[in-house]
């Protein structure tokens, strides 16, 4: 699991729960279930509007990533790479087809295939480059959608309590029911404004930092692979690579941990 994530999530409901109580007041009062469905229903409805069904359900089908550590580590992609080079340097890259079914990585896979099959370098460079960028772009539109979310739920959560307050104003004649009931109708402005603020922009930026490091992985993949086809020593391949590791004090010949 992601502590950074949970550890996030932990601490500012803890925080925002013990400021209400100490506040002298209760969970009862800001636990409104129609507020809560004017608001998740009103902000779900716009984001499936201005999306495809199928990017939405995309992006909260990819919400548990902001919540798990990523598996994969650059290290050891490093050294994978400088191993299928010292390969090829004594076998030659046709060699490298015995090692195609032990790849997980699709990315990696369809470029180490291509050098295989005899690709030139700019060729396979060009081909690779338009799979990266296409799934990149794809990529970029699920944080899009908690972005979308995060504008939308506090504008959502003002109409929730204008639509509270018409209820008052039904309730003029008793000054204690609506002094309950505006009280109520601000819950729906809570509910908005704290799940953009604690939820949906945080999910949208992590999201976006685990795509970058995809790209950046999907990067040294490509000019991995592009090196063994041309014949790169493995030493250097394994100094170039090693400027896209992000780990600070991490080498490549480090193991990971």
Known sequence: MDKSSIGGVFVALVGIIA????????????????AALIVFGGTLGAVMLQFPLST????????????????????????????????????????????LQTIRDPFLKQALMLAVDGTEPADLRKIMRISLDSM?????????VFESAGGFSPTIGILGAVLGLIQVMHHLDD????????????????????????????????????INNDHRRREMMLEGVIAILEGMNPRMLEIQLAGFLNEKGTKPEESAA
């Open 19 to 34: 400021g209400l109580l100490i506040e002298g007041g209760s969970l009862t009062q800001i636990l409104q279930p129609t």
């Open 56 to 99: 939405v359900v995309g992006a909260f089908r990819n919400l548990g990533h902001v919540f798990t550590a990523p598996r994969k580590q650059d290290t050891q992609l490093v050294k994978l790479l400088v191993s299928f080079a010292n390969k090829a340097r004594r076998n030659g890259v046709v060699s490298l087809d015995a090692d």
């Open 136 to 144: 990149t772009e794809d990529e970029e539109k699920l944080p899009a």
């Open 175 to 210: 000054i204690g029911e609506v002094g309950r009931g505006i009280a109520v109708a601000f819950v729906a402005t809570i509910y908005g404004v704290a799940i953009a603020n604690l939820f949906f922009l945080p999910f949208a930026g992590k999201m976006r930092i685990r």
